[in-house]
Each structure stands twice: as structure tokens, then as C-alpha cells.
């Protein structure tokens, strides 16, 4: 199916899209006196369904809290409203009413219909939002929406924080000879850990498919991509993957139509991959990225389970950053995820270079090991020889610069 499929790198998708205009602005959410863009607003002229997947941690923002529960209604909606800066989490009643104003205020000038905005943020927790200033900028956003790229590429730059470029990515396909359209972008580079966190992710399509099934594809393709990263192993309050579906196309995906089905889900689901590898990419301070791959093990679960142990070990993390094939600290934190690993049985490699066969250290390849750490992008390879399970998840090296970029606020 993917011949027919092109994905094409672009900041300026969120324009790309027919029916949906956008822009970012400048509010100052930061209090900082500067034009800084910080806030954007989406809008699509015809009702969209809509499908949304949010943090598992217990502490949810005011924007998660609300989006989730407006979305569960199974209402149309007509777009969203985002703001950086600020997370408008920990903020009690009164960050409940300040999303609820972000997002009215965005269908009162808009014109859309009650209830038909959803509402995100990211940013410093615990801190209240600047309404005043929000509610100028989604007026002035509101009044210069567009779908040229300018105004793609200044929505996609103004929901980022501590990242340093935009992440967008197009992709286009035909069905019965009309184009159809996925554009995604997002932000993340920080308190990133599977399950999502602190990131935000925005898809917009002009299919036409009926929210449940919405939900699925976007649920399967975060299961594959978004909740398959880790930066730092933390997770935070305001993590939202949000789908939009206008269906201006007027061409209708279904379970009925297996094939345009399945294209659409290959579509969504390299949107998201595309996405979730430029936000690892973009690790706060990390010099490189590594691709962590677990094989027969005694289930997907546990598969699952040692990768996010060595992903996240601080011990694994440093030695990728010194280039140091340390296999050990991957062997004991692979076993620390107690999946019943033997080590007799084990098989690990750097890139396609043997370091462990049936657990015996392949010492003649010391000098290939370090070479393919010292790479900025690299695979490891671990067999558990236990079962048919597999996993695979992005992580990254820890830093000096990440530790002092972190070190307060």
C-alpha cells in the first residue's frame, strides 16, 4: 500500500490541509516583553470528528481535563485553541474556567458553534495563564487565519518551549483519483518518557470517517510511535495527541473500505512515527539518538518492559554519551526488568556487530562496538531467546548540557 503514500518533511503542514486555516501569534505568555509566538488557533470551516489521546499521569492539567471530557461527548468540533509558556496545570478551579475562556473565546471569533474548540497548553506547571493577554491574542490570531505557509510555520513554531526547530510532516495519497491529505506537527523535547509527556502532537485530515474509528487509528499509531520514545524517563501533565477529520474531501474511510482504510491508517501512523523521531531528535542537549529493538522475548509486554529499562537507565544513557559499549549496564538493566531473562540464552548487538552470543561476550569485536557508539544514530539489538515478544522504542544519551539546562527555571 505505501507506493501510493508520499510523506514530505514540512513545518508549514497544519496549512497544508484543505478547509483548515491556522496561525500563531505573539501574547507574551512568558511575561517576558518579547514577540516570542506563544499561541495558535486551528479552525476548520466544515464540522470535524475528532479523536484524542492524553497523559496516563494522575495529575492532568486543566486543558487535559477539559479536552477529554468535551471529546468523550461525541460532539463535532471545529478546531482548537493552544497556548506555550505555561501548562495552566496544578491551577486548581480557576484553570478549569481559564480553559473553558481560551476555548469560547475562540469560537466567539471564530463564529463556530457552542462547544466546538478544544483547548491545549504546555509550558511551566502551577503558574496561572495571562488572560488578559491570551484573550487579545486569540482575537488577533483569529482575525489573520489563513492557509498559506507562512501561516502553517508560525503555528507549528508557536506551540514550542524548549525546543529548538519546529517539527512538521505532509502526507498525500489518491483515492479514486482525489488527493487526500494528513498534516501533523508537534513539540517536545523535554520530560519525555513512553505513555507521552510533555509533548503535544496535532494530525489534521480532510477524510470523512466517524469518530470511533477515528479513535482507533490514532490510538494504535500512538501506541507505535509517541508511546515508543524516551528522552529522560519523565512524564508530565499535559501530554495531547488530538486527530482531526473535516472530511472536505468527501471521500469516507470505513471498516467497509479495507484498502482506503488501511492506507489511511499507514498514513496517520508515519505522521505520528515521523513526529515522535523529530521530537527524539530534538532531545534537550543529547548528542545522540538510539534505537533500542527487543526480540523473543517471553511476550510483547515484557519485551516492552526491558526496553523502557535500558532506555532509561542514567547508566546506559551516560555511557552512549562517552561512546562507551558498556554492555553490561544494558545486560543488568535488561535484567532488572525481571522478565525471567537467561542470561545463557541472550544474543546482543551493536547495529549488526555481535557482543553477546548465547550470553558468551564476542571480545574480538571491541573495536566495532566502539565504533558504532560513537555514531549520533545507532541500533541495539537485543535477543532474549525466550518467546515470540518484540518491541522496539526510541531513547537518548544524557548530558552534561541536559543536567545544566534543567537545573532550575
Known amino acids: 500500500m505505501s507506493g501510493n503514500l508520499i510523506i514530505e518533511n514540512d513545518i508549514a503542514a497544519a496549512a497544508k490541509v484543505p478547509c483548515f486555516n491556522v496561525n500563531g501569534v505573539s501574547c507574551d505568555v512568558r511575561n517576558k516583553d518579547d514577540d516570542r509566538l506563544d499561541l495558535c488557533v486551528v479552525h476548520s470551516i466544515s464540522p470535524c ?217 499507514e498514513a496517520v501512523g508515519r505522521i505520528c512515527l515521523d513526529l515522535a523521531e523529530k521530537i527524539v531528535s530534538d532531545g534537550e542537549r543529547i548528542t545522540k539518538v538510539v534505537r533500542v529493538e527487543v526480540e523473543n522475548a517471553p511476550d510483547d509486554g515484557a519485551a516492552e518492559k526491558v526496553c523502557r529499562s535500558i532506555g532509561n537507565s542514567l547508566l546506559v544513557k551516560t555511557s552512549w554519551y562517552g561512546g562507551d559499549p558498556n554492555w553490561g549496564r544494558l545486560v543488568h538493566a535488561a535484567g532488572y526488568a525481571q522478565v525471567g531473562l537467561e542470561m545463557d540464552k541472550v544474543d546482543l548487538h551493536y547495529e549488526d556487530v555481535p557482543v553477546l552470543l548465547a550470553g558468551a561476550p564476542q571480545t574480538q569485536n571491541r573495536s566495532s562496538w566502539k565504533t558504532v557508539v560513537d555514531k549520533d544514530h545507532f541500533t541495539i539489538r537485543l535477543n532474549l531467546n525466550l518467546g515470540t515478544g518484540s518491541c522496539a522504542i526510541l531513547s537518548a544519551d544524557l548530558t552534561e548540557g541536559y543536567v545544566d539546562f534543567n537545573k532550575s527555571e
Not at 481560551?102 to 509550558?123: K, N, Q, R, Y
Request: hydrophobic share 35%; aromatic share 6%.
Open 49 to 265: 470528528t475528532a479523536a484524542g489521546v492524553f497523559t496516563k499521569n494522575d495529575v492532568q492539567a486543566a486543558p487535559v481535563v477539559l479536552s477529554r471530557k468535551w471529546l468523550a461527548s461525541g460532539e463535532d468540533f471545529h478546531g482548537f485553541v493552544c497556548n506555550s509558556g505555561n501548562a495552566n496545570a496544578c491551577t486548581g478551579e480557576q484553570g478549569l474556567i481559564d480553559a473553558e475562556t481560551m476555548a469560547s473565546e475562540a469560537i466567539h471569533h471564530t463564529g463556530s458553534s457552542p462547544g466546538s474548540f478544544l483547548v491545549c497548553s504546555t509550558g511551566r506547571i502551577g503558574e496561572f495563564l495571562p488572560m488578559d493577554r491570551i484573550i487579545h491574542g486569540i482575537r488577533d490570531c483569529t482575525q489573520s487565519l489563513g492557509n498559506l505557509p507562512e501561516h502553517g510555520e508560525r503555528t507549528s513554531r508557536s506551540i514550542l518551549t524548549s525546543d529548538t526547530c519546529s517539527k512538521g510532516c505532509l502526507a498525500k495519497w489518491e483515492m479514486e483519483g482525489k488527493e487526500l491529505s494528513v498534516g501533523g506537527f508537534a513539540k517536545g523535547a523535554g520530560m519525555i518518557e513512553p505513555n507521552m509527556a510533555t509533548m503535544l502532537a496535532f494530525l489534521l485530515t480532510d477524510v470523512k470517517i466517524h469518530p470511533g474509528l477515528l479513535r482507533e487509528v490514532l490510538t494504535d499509531a500512538v501506541n507505535k510511535s509517541f508511546n515508543r520514545i524516551t528522552i529522560d524517563g519523565d512524564m508530565s501533565t499535559n501530554d495531547t495527541v488530538l486527530l482531526l477529520a473535516n472530511g472536505t474531501s468527501g471521500k469516507c474511510i470505513s471498516e467497509k473500505t479495507s484498502q482506503d482504510l488501511q492506507l489511511f491508517q
